[in-house]
């Protein structure tokens, strides 16, 4: 059986053939007000004048989605970007359709057309269910049912609220993944968890390396006798590694030896051979 992955605020979103279609109507841009549960912090200006230019050429396709409240004012429910690229093109009304819908439903309904539109960056999303959880009494297994997405994935991205502020506006800035984070976070210490994302900016690790490096940190140190094994040699990788940003193994014989450098695609090669300075 195919897995339901809509959860009920996007069905009480989208009219669905078994409920009468509801009545668009205009309203004046100046009576609509952005929602409290508006889960989504960050609008970029590019993204949104590029938006107004659609609507300008083709106009506004999918009305918003609002709420009555007192004195002929309304808040938003959904279309944040479009009710900002109607005011950034100075237009006066937005066709917009009115629901009853209570605290609970609003917040919900916001985080999933976010999150069905991809728009939300990992700590947005982050806040929203931490909201759900702590404002609505909802658990995470409640929440992943209601937003389509795997109690994992769930727990995850509320994990990434653990970690630094300082790291949590790199994420949102998108100077690091959501990868990159979840390989933080097994860390622990804020402070090795600041300093080693710095690293993974300033070299430009991928994931898989910062993943490496993370759990090379975490590693229980080799017992065993054999040179290859020997504490300076050890060391010596470690220091290489760290400098890299990769595996790199070295095997040293009685007369000869021979040093292993791991890399992931032509790019990640060439990145390395422009730190041994034999880039082109």
Not at 106 to 129: D, F, H, P, T, W
């Amino acid at each position: 059986m195919e897995r339901k992955v809509l959860g009920k605020g996007l069905e009480a979103l989208i009219p669905t053939d078994d409920k009468p279609t509801e009545r668009v109507q205009l309203l004046k841009v100046s009576q609509v007000h952005a929602s409290r549960f508006q889960p989504r912090l960050n609008f970029v200006e590019s993204k949104i004048q590029e938006l107004a230019k659609s609507i300008k050429e083709k106009g506004v396709i999918q009305p918003i989605i609002v709420r009555a409240l007192d004195n002929d004012n309304f808040e938003l429910i959904a279309g944040e970007r479009r009710l900002r690229a109607l005011k950034y093109l100075g237009l006066a009304e937005v066709p917009a359709i009115v629901r009853r819908v209570p605290d609970a439903d609003v917040l919900e309904m916001s985080l999933i057309e976010n999150i069905q539109r991809q728009e939300l960056n990992a700590i947005e999303e982050g806040k929203a269910y931490r909201r759900l959880m702590q404002e609505f009494g909802l658990n995470q297994e409640s929440i992943a049912e209601r937003v389509g997405k795997d109690k994992s994935s769930v727990s995850n991205t509320l994990r990434i609220l653990n970690l630094p502020e300082k790291i949590q506006d790199y994420l949102s800035k998108e100077f690091i993944t959501f990868g990159h984070a979840k390989a933080l976070l097994s860390l622990g210490d804020a402070k090795r968890q600041i300093s080693f994302c710095e690293k993974i900016i300033k070299r430009g690790l991928s994931v898989r390396q910062a993943e490496f490096l993370t759990n090379s940190k975490l590693r229980p140190k080799s017992r065993r006798v054999n040179l290859s094994a020997n504490t300076d040699i050890k060391n010596l990788e470690e220091k290489l590694q760290h400098v890299l940003g990769t595996k790199v193994r070295i095997h040293h014989g009685k007369k000869r030896g021979r040093v292993e450098i791991e890399y992931y695609s032509f790019d990640d090669l060439e990145r390395l051979l422009k730190i041994l300075g034999v880039g082109q």
